[in-house]
């Protein structure tokens, strides 16, 4: 038997401590360096009642060595053996960032590899390999990270389409469990959790966060063991029998992205941002977008698309997009997906003409596709009707009139492939908005299910095009935020955060995108003064005030505009190009404010030099002078200038009196901002104040 050790992975952020011995590795804390004594993890009481000796948590936990709570490795052979391995290492080794280590279990015929690496965040992957004779059927491969005892709150995600990225936070007791069955990583139940300290919030408190980097279904965990012991478990969710391995074959987690931070759940989204910022393919600034959708729909008319474009470069637009209906049969949703070639009937001379007028004029310009969908009524089905995740002997149940594409079938990926390099050599295309609007079901690949392997091929297209056509940048979209994940930033530029533009249900949408992930990925448009989907009307001020803080757009028919309304678009773009540095590369911080009625968050620059934050009234506030307000985040030892930004217009004050500084500028402390904070004015509902710092020493 080997002396157990501790390994110490030290991060930017945080370390991982790992304790090694024959067994599994323990990943024994994530946060704070924990390399006391050995003794202290190896040596714990053996209740009465239970097992006989200490039962090891590890990094994948098995029910072999007495751990009665949920495994992370499940599977068996035909025979049913090998449903619960025990492995013991054959080598390990690590630096300073890094743990690898290989396990066997030459019993079960498995071969385990387990890779830990920190450096803002820690990220932990598994491979699972079958050295047997016989196939063996994996049903979960999933990492546990534990949790200490004081991680008592749990905060887990859900939504649906136009209200995504909401939180529910509960008392962490016994098992929770998040499944996601829908084929991508849903608006439902994108693939985080977060755990921290009891009260834990944006500001204060130890916070935890996992996210499984994958775009399919998933199977997250928190659990609270008898013996009291916490873990999350995050893993990929197999349908049965869809990962076989056969002799020889390997399976690989997705890698779970786990954040810490002692000062709250900001801390723990600033360590997630800089991994994000660290993988998604993009460069430089983030273009302001104009988008068709809710301009026109379907309704795809040359002269007034061009019309649109002129508005667009007028206000400042820098990027134009073509959304759904300029392909094949599509004049509505019924038909026409599958068919990647440039419409005759509507657009009779190719969208050259639409193009060299937005070059023309300055603009980027970008199309939509839904590559991973087909309609029976296209021609793509009609020639081949067996290339759709279905399952054969059922009628397939259909989504928006849509199937799946089977992006498990080398086929299907080839054809997709060059459909798109097609269209994009022979068009100057730089952007793709790249939809998803169903949910797989029945999704069978060769009779097995076929998700985990549709996911795959999806990332493989987009790779292969993306090294073909190096420049063009993809948005992931799936319905609105259908899959905003990890898994596919290593693919994606920009997430489209959801078809809702309604600015007080984006404040909350968009306050839990960001816990997650970077604003700069985040798609917010300016929708028109009336929104599509909840019919609320709210100012041009709340409304681009809201939409300042993500990757910047236009959905909104501006021909319909007004003047003034045109140069208040203008000028939200004017303030939002100013900022972008700072919005885009700066560490975002949400405040603990005591109103439920008002949310407070901003962009803080990473030298501490410059922020801006933002004071977002939802509803009537609940005190008839509201609480000061706190801005966190800034050096609390230089002083800042503190002024309201008007350019949007003045804000609507909904009281008599006002405190001075609102007009003038004010100086002070950050300590001083941060503690005490300034005093505010009453707001009316659906308004914000906008507030911009600087040192000045
Ligand atoms: C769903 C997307 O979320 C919308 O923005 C739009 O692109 C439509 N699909 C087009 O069909």
Redesign the pocket.
Known sequence: MTEPRLVVLRGRRLTATVLVGDGVPELVAVGHPADGPTAAYTSTAVPHGGLDARVPLGVVAEESVGHLGRPGIAGARDDGSGWSPRFSVREAEHDEHRFVCTLTDPVAELELEIRIRVDDVVVVECRLTNTGASSYTVHRLAPSIPMPHTATDLVTFHGRWVREFHTTREPWHGLRVVENRRGRSSHQSPPALIAGTEGFGEQHGQAWGAQLAWSGNHDLAAEVLADGRRHLQLGELLLPGEVVLEPGESYTTPDVIVAWSDRGVTGVSRAWHAHARSIVPAEGPRPVTM?T??AV?FDHDLDRLCALADVGAEVGVERFVL???WFGGRRD?TAGLGDWWVSPDVWPDGLDPLIDHVLGLGMEFGL?V?PEMVNPDSELYRAHPDWTLTTAGYDPVVG?HQLVLDFGMPDVRDHIVDAISRLLSNHRISYL?W?M?RDIVQGSHEGRPGVHGHVLGLYEVLDRLRRRHPRVEIES????G?RPDLGILAHTARV?T??CNDALERQEIQRGFTTLLPPEIMGAHIGPPRSHTTGRRQSLRFRAATALFGHLGI?WNLLDASEDERRGVAAAIALHKRLRPLLHGGDVTRGDHPDQAALVHGVVAGGREHAVFAYVQMATARASVPAPLRLDGLDPDSRYRVSVITDLGEPRLAARGRPDWIETTIEASGAFLAGHGLPMPVLDPESCLLVECHRTG
């Open positions: 988008n959708w809710e729909y959304d759904d209906g949703d939509w839904e928006r908005k939809d609007n979209c799936a319905s609105g259908g489209w959801s078809d959905e």
